[in-house]
């Protein structure tokens, strides 16, 4: 994460059965485990669409369809003791490979050559407060829109 820059992403949210599909992460300076709606960042110059395209081809060697924009969140955090701003879009959108959705957990590999897990994790443990949904904002996103 650079400093003093802000960053523009974008996150899918694939569901099926009131779950969500969502990238696991740890901040070691808060002990904090974490659920993130899988994406990355938009490329100067590329549509948020074909950067959320790009980016699940990369991560999951997958193909997406019925791709809808379900709106932007303005997320200042912090992460690991610094400071990030970022600007997510977030699309709903579907895996052309609906065996996908069978998987109880998917392995994604980032552009650095480092993997990461995504889960299908329930609506509920989010509402409760059993886990943290990430970027600020997204939980009410998803209320607007009928998930919960």
């Not at 924009?69 to 992460?79: R, S």
Request: with cysteine; glycine share 8%.
């Amino acid at each position: 994460m650079k400093l003093a820059q802000i960053r523009p992403l974008v996150i899918c949210i694939f569901s099926q059965d009131h779950t969500i599909l969502a990238a696991e992460g740890y901040d070691p300076t808060k002990a904090e485990v974490f659920y993130r709606p899988v994406g990355g960042g938009i490329h100067f110059g590329e549509y948020s669409q074909d950067a959320l395209v790009r980016e699940v081809r990369e991560e999951f060697e997958a193909e997406i369809t019925h791709i809808r924009y379900l709106g932007a969140l303005e997320n200042i955090f912090t992460y690991d003791g610094q400071l990030g701003h970022e600007i997510v879009l977030v699309y709903d959108a579907e895996f052309a490979d609906q065996s996908l959705y069978d998987q109880t957990w998917l392995v994604g590999r980032e552009n650095d050559g480092l993997s990461f897990k995504a889960v299908w994790k329930h609506l509920t443990d989010f509402q409760r407060g059993l886990d943290r949904l990430y970027p600020d904002g997204l939980w009410e996103l998803l209320c607007q829109h009928g998930y919960a």
